[in-house]
């Protein structure tokens, strides 16, 4: 009985080890390759642009509230109950539809997220596309992405496909 574990285990073993031989594994950066298309670098300007406009629009419309209610402020001592009830509505609403209007530009799956989704993920297609005709191509079992949370203490240089997906992708790079 013991033959037959300590055999199963030095097969069980052997098999691993030749496993992990063949499997060959490679690594990108996903902030590099997209650093360096021209289109996600245009996409990246333009959600700044529309992203730094919604939140001028945002501001202005908190900075108005902060009138509102300054004005109020000073107003309340001589208004009678009712324009102060009214008044206090008018802002709460103000406000209220300012952060709606945040939400719904900044928020989850907001405006925001929809136009990245429009101008980003056609780039991102094609570029996990060619990371995955690499990866068929040469064999590789597993690709990494370096750039995100994700840490690799040590990466040989000869498992770099960086340069491989934006040759894939029609991109020069010059170091």
Do not use: C, H
């Amino acid at each position: 009985m013991k033959k037959s574990i300590l055999l199963f285990t030095l097969l069980m073993s052997m098999t691993l080890f030749v496993f992990s031989q063949q499997a060959r594994n490679g690594y990108i950066d996903s902030e590099y390759i997209l650093g360096n298309i021209p289109e996600y670098k245009d996409a990246q300007r333009e959600l700044d642009r529309i992203a730094a406009n919604w939140q001028k629009d945002i501001e202005k419309r908190f900075a108005s509230i902060d009138s509102m209610y300054k004005k109020y402020q000073v107003e309340a001592i001589t208004l009678p109950d009712n324009l102060k009830q009214k008044r206090e509505e008018a802002i709460i609403k103000a406000e209220q539809d300012a952060k709606d209007l945040q939400k719904k530009r900044f928020g989850k799956d907001g405006d925001l997220f929809q136009k990245r989704e429009e101008l980003v993920k056609p780039i991102q297609d094609r570029v996990f596309n060619a990371i995955e005709a690499i990866a068929k191509d040469k064999g590789y079992a597993f690709v990494f992405d370096v750039a995100g949370s994700m840490t690799i203490v040590y990466a040989d240089p000869k498992f770099d496909l960086n340069d491989a997906v934006l040759q894939r992708l029609g991109i020069s790079v010059k170091n």
